[in-house]
């Protein structure tokens, strides 16, 4: 009889471990958002005493906490991990992703986007987007695109997307007479514009959905209606595309 107990209570334990492990491979992965103002005095007073090159500007600072309690920190275009021990804060590893010499090309910048992607449930990926700004007589653009870069342990990244579109907002004058500011109905541009948003679905897959929409003037001849569109893109993380299969005028990169 006791053997029989014993026997059935080794079953029930494998089956709650079995259970418990299939749930923690099926947790989702949430994509989650570096915010400012996260950390105490202490814990500012940690960081600083480990990284004295980013306590210049602290009240810039965004940090955010994952599902295991690790403290991430996004600083001066750099990221650093720090797990909690019973001396506080540890610094485990820190990643620089832009040099400061790089943030500057004339009209093109970049900086790391503040939230932190998840690629499985224990590996991560930031985004740094490049912004270029063009003007020309009575219109102009913001684009941004970004790469992809995993954080490896090693303190190494990994850039497994590459210059994707990401953003961005055009207007082209329209009205160029006297007739076409009558006929305008007070809208003298075309405007078009992209945005971008990431799901994550399951480890290594990501969906990438694209919204573009175009507002014709009234005043126009280009032929064009004004629109709106989307279109949903499930990305192999393993082996990205080199550009997303989206129209060519979604994919503006301000060099045409």
């Known amino acids: ?136 007589s009575g219109g102009g653009a913001n684009i941004e695109r970004a790469s992809f870069y995993e954080l490896n342990d090693s303190g190494k990244t990994h850039r497994f997307i590459d210059n994707y579109p990401f953003s961005f907002f055009r207007m082209v004058r329209a009205c160029f007479s006297q007739r076409d500011y009558a006929t305008s109905k007070g809208n003298c541009h075309d405007e078009d514009g992209l945005s971008l948003d990431i799901r994550p679905l399951k480890p290594m897959l990501w969906q990438f959905r694209y919204r573009y929409r175009l507002d014709v003037s009234p005043a126009s001849d280009s032929g064009e209606k004004s629109y709106k569109d989307s279109r949903n893109l499930n990305i192999d993380l393993n082996q990205a595309p080199q550009q997303p299969n989206i129209p060519d005028d979604w994919n503006y990169s301000g060099q045409g």
């Open 1 to 136: 009889m006791n053997h029989n107990n014993k026997t059935a209570r080794k079953s029930i334990w494998a089956i709650l471990l079995m259970a418990i492990t299939i749930t923690a491979s099926a947790a989702p992965l949430n994509i989650l958002e570096f915010k400012k103002n996260q950390l105490n005095t202490v814990e500012q007073t940690q960081i600083c005493t480990q990284l004295k090159p980013l306590c210049e500007q602290p009240e810039k600072w965004r940090s955010l906490k994952t599902p295991d309690q690790t403290l991430w920190l996004l600083a001066n275009n750099n990221v650093a991990r720090f797990s909690s021990s019973a001396n506080g804060l540890q610094l485990d590893q820190q990643w620089q992703l832009i040099k400061p010499n790089d943030d500057q090309e004339g009209e093109v910048h970049h900086y790391i986007f503040p939230k932190l992607f998840p690629m499985t449930q224990n590996r991560y990926a930031v985004a740094v987007i490049t912004t270029l700004s063009e003007m020309y």
